[in-house]
């Protein structure tokens, strides 16, 4: 793996909102792998199993979702920079509106970062 090694495994659908969907005390979803890998071990062909008990960190991800290659050179900026941003700074705007109440003149949705 490169240095940008950090940035290389990417989620479409972020971990922590993955568990906002997950039962108390729950880590893992039944997963549905679509195409599983095909493996020869010992001379004897198998198909991995397609349901698969996976927490979020192996869910909706992909490796190099958002890495943009020239020849030899990658780069992991749209991730680093701008699903980074989102990644730290999403899960408490989306914490934040979904308890929002508009009647509240307590409530101020203006960014205060």
């Not at 509106?97 to 205060?112: I, L, V």
């Amino acid at each position: 793996m490169a240095a940008n090694g950090d940035f290389q495994h990417n989620h479409y659908v972020p971990e922590w909102y993955q568990r906002r969907f997950m039962l108390a005390g729950q880590g893992r979803y039944w997963y549905l792998d679509l195409k599983p890998e095909e493996v020869i071990q010992n001379g004897h062909r198998f198909t991995r199993r397609a349901l698969l008990p996976w927490g979020p960190a192996r869910c909706f991800a992909e490796n190099d979702l958002y890495t943009t290659k020239w020849g030899t050179e990658e780069n992991v900026d749209i991730e680093k920079f701008f699903f980074g941003r989102v990644e730290t700074e999403g899960k408490s705007a989306v914490e934040f509106f979904s308890d929002f109440q508009f009647d509240d003149p307590r409530q101020d949705a203006a960014y205060h970062g």
